[in-house]
């Protein structure tokens, strides 16, 4: 699932920036055990479904603090995509959207886990 939707973004990122004036880069992608975390500009070491050989161990603080870093860089919007089924990304959804990122997820787990969290996350969305 991770490696079709960034093959999509690569693929349609020109058309998005000449169609709507939306740029769309990745600046980080990560594994159960692995990340990496991408200069500006550097999401062509993507293309194919490659991935990176500067890979470090997955830290979902770390990656998101880059990503909403790289957004503020650029004038635009942190966006974390969550493709799994776990509680982990779920449990930091809170902090990710009170520092400024969105939150896309299919992952149930944030509405089907304990409702405190739940009404933490909701509360953090309406802010941000």
Same mark, same amino acid.
């Given at each position: 699932v991770g490696k079709e939707l960034v093959a999509q #973004?690569?693929?349609?990122?020109?058309?998005?920036?000449?169609?709507?004036g939306v740029k769309v880069e990745i600046a980080a992608v990560a594994r159960s055990?692995?990340?990496?975390?991408?200069?500006p $500009? $550097?999401?062509?070491?993507?293309?194919? $479904?490659?991935?990176?050989?500067?890979e470090v161990s997955a830290d979902l603080q770390k990656l998101a603090d880059?990503? #909403?870093?790289?957004?503020?860089?650029?004038?635009?919007?942190?966006? #974390? #995509?969550?493709?799994?089924a776990s509680d982990a990304p779920a449990e930091l959804y809170e902090s990710w959207l009170a520092a400024g990122a969105d939150v896309a997820t299919p992952n149930k787990r944030a509405g089907s886990g304990p409702y405190a969290r739940y009404e933490r996350i909701r509360a953090a969305a309406q802010k941000g």
């Open positions: #973004v690569l693929a349609n990122a020109a058309k998005l920036e000449s169609e709507l055990k692995s990340m990496v975390l991408l200069p $500009g $550097g999401d062509g070491c993507l293309a194919g $479904g490659a991935w990176p050989g500067e880059h990503v #909403v870093g790289a957004a503020k860089a650029s004038g635009g919007r942190a966006l #974390v #995509v969550d493709n799994t």
